[in-house]
């Protein structure tokens, strides 16, 4: 099983900046790429940004150039570097994980979401 833990999100200003956490923990064999996706109110669920075991990245370009993605594999955490925050990037932000257990079974994993609210 894995278990994915987000933190990091809250209140900010328009122009300020947050860093969300994403925490796996559980008894897996390896965390392949791993992801933050967001949904906001009456809007589908979409990928912000990703990353891979060996460190490569890919952000989507409503974001590209705001925020960062990147991940300590000796921790198993991913962390997303919110800056310039706009009122569009409201929404819930959830983490995903695939990987593998110990069994070498594939498994696919979403955090519980974080609220991120931007707004004056």
């Known amino acids: 099983q894995v278990q994915l833990v987000e933190s990091g999100g809250g209140l900010v200003q328009p122009g300020g900046s947050l860093r969300l956490s994403c925490a796996a923990s559980?008894?897996?064999?390896?965390?392949?790429?791993m992801a933050w996706y967001r949904q906001a109110p009456g809007n589908q669920r979409e990928l912000v940004a990703s990353?891979?075991?060996?460190?490569?990245?890919y952000v989507v370009d409503a974001v590209k150039g705001r925020f960062t993605i990147s991940r300590d594999n000796t921790k198993n955490t991913m962390y997303l570097q919110m800056d310039s925050l706009e009122p569009e990037d409201t929404a819930v932000y959830y983490c995903?994980?695939?990987?593998?257990?110990?069994?070498?079974?594939?498994?696919?994993?979403w955090g519980q979401g974080t609220q991120v609210t931007v707004s004056s």
């Open positions: 995903n994980c695939n990987g593998r257990l110990l069994s070498m079974a594939r498994v696919e994993t």
């Open positions: 559980g008894r897996f064999y390896r965390i392949n790429t």
């Open positions: 990353i891979t075991s060996g460190g490569t990245m």
